[in-house]
């Protein structure tokens, strides 16, 4: 991953990266900020739903694995426990997408409000000079 640089910098017109002095020039180390991007985007409707429904569908997919892993290679096959944790395959696909349509109906929600109300705001009336 790159990290985008911008212009250099001196001493003159401000810090340099990785510069450890405070402004003053005293030798005190400067606290150091979060290292990696951090996202200014907020939770929507849904997400939560997604989330859990990928990480549901994740422990499936791996059940699934571990129930055929012992059918190809000609082991005993594993406990009936192991088929029903397969069905969280599903159960994952449909609780994410119980959060994708919650998060459609959000932003439908959102857009028909928006749109009620710069239809209800009248127009400004035309100035005559």
């Given at each position: 991953m790159q990290r985008a640089t911008g212009p250099a910098t001196t001493k003159a017109n401000g810090p340099v990266?990785?510069?450890?002095?405070?402004?003053?020039?005293?030798?005190?180390?400067?606290?150091?900020?979060?290292?990696?991007?951090?996202?200014?985007?907020?939770?929507?409707?849904?997400?939560?739903?997604?989330?859990?429904?990928?990480?549901?569908?994740?422990?499936?997919?791996v059940a699934t694995l571990a129930t055929m892993t012992?059918?190809?290679?000609?082991?005993?096959?594993?406990?009936?426990?192991?088929?029903?944790?397969?069905?969280?395959?599903?159960?994952?696909?449909?609780?994410?997408?119980?959060g994708v349509i919650r998060s459609v109906l959000a932003q439908r929600r959102q857009a028909d409000a928006a749109s009620a109300a710069s239809a209800a705001s009248p127009a400004p009336a035309p100035t005559v000079t």
């Open positions: 990266p990785g510069d450890k002095t405070s402004p003053g020039g005293s030798s005190v180390l400067m606290a150091r900020t979060y290292p990696g991007q951090v996202s200014d985007e907020t939770p929507q409707a849904g997400d939560l739903l997604v989330r859990i429904g990928a990480i549901v569908f994740l422990v499936g997919a012992p059918l190809f290679i000609g082991a005993d096959p594993l406990p009936s426990v192991f088929y029903w944790v397969c069905m969280l395959m599903g159960a994952g696909f449909l609780i994410a997408a119980a």
